[in-house]
């Protein structure tokens, strides 16, 4: 069985800071993908960001960019230049080929003005 | 275009009684999903639908919990004889395929609350 691991429950950071978030995870399958999800508390899920597992570079979504380390199961998330509006709840999720996904448990994160 | 949608937002009910939830998922999505945020927590996989197949059902928590999804469209959620260990959060997904490079699309979930 596939699970995800969020060791921050809680982090803070400072307007225009960055910040990373990490998550490590572990899969039988060759061939997955990786999702980082906010859920501002509106309780929206929104998707941030995604990785494709066989892709090696990195993905990038504007302020957001992801450490993909396939050998060591680990999935980081970094947020550049954090914004009020990223304060939120960030899970990090694995889908493969059971079709759902595996959420980790999720970080507070709380941008500081 | 229209996102995926859930009904009720809010549910209060007592404990034993039986609640429905209700999803619209994106139109054309042929997968939909229910997941269970506890207070606090992840998600929790609860049931799966791809098209005409037989649901995923392995991570429905007790025989109290049932799901059916007419026409390819709406789902509908029960629990059965509510206890307030089911007080959470129930979201729903949709996705265009089963693949899993699809994006999953969240509705805004029902807050369930068992008193």
Known sequence: AQTVTQSQPEMSVQEAETVTLSCTYDTSENNYYLFWYKQPPSRQMILVIRQEAYKQQNATENRFSVNFQKAAKSFSLKISDSQLGDTAMYFCALRDAGNMLTFGGGTRLMVKP | ?115
């Open chain 2, 1 to 115: 275009g229209a996102g995926v949608s859930q009904s009720p937002s809010n549910k209060v009910t007592e404990k034993g009684k039986d609640v429905e939830l209700r999803c619209d998922p994106i139109s054309g999505h042929t997968a939909l999903y229910w997941y269970r945020q506890s207070l606090g927590q992840g998600l929790e996989f609860l049931i799966y639908f791809q098209g005409n197949s037989a649901p995923d059902k392995s991570g429905l928590p007790s025989d109290r919990f049932s799901a059916e999804r007419t026409g390819g469209s709406v789902s509908t959620l029960t629990i059965q004889r509510t206890q307030q260990e089911d007080s959470a959060v129930y979201l729903c997904a949709s996705s265009r395929d089963r693949e899993s490079s699809y994006e999953q699309y969240f509705g805004p979930g029902t807050r369930l609350t068992v008193t």
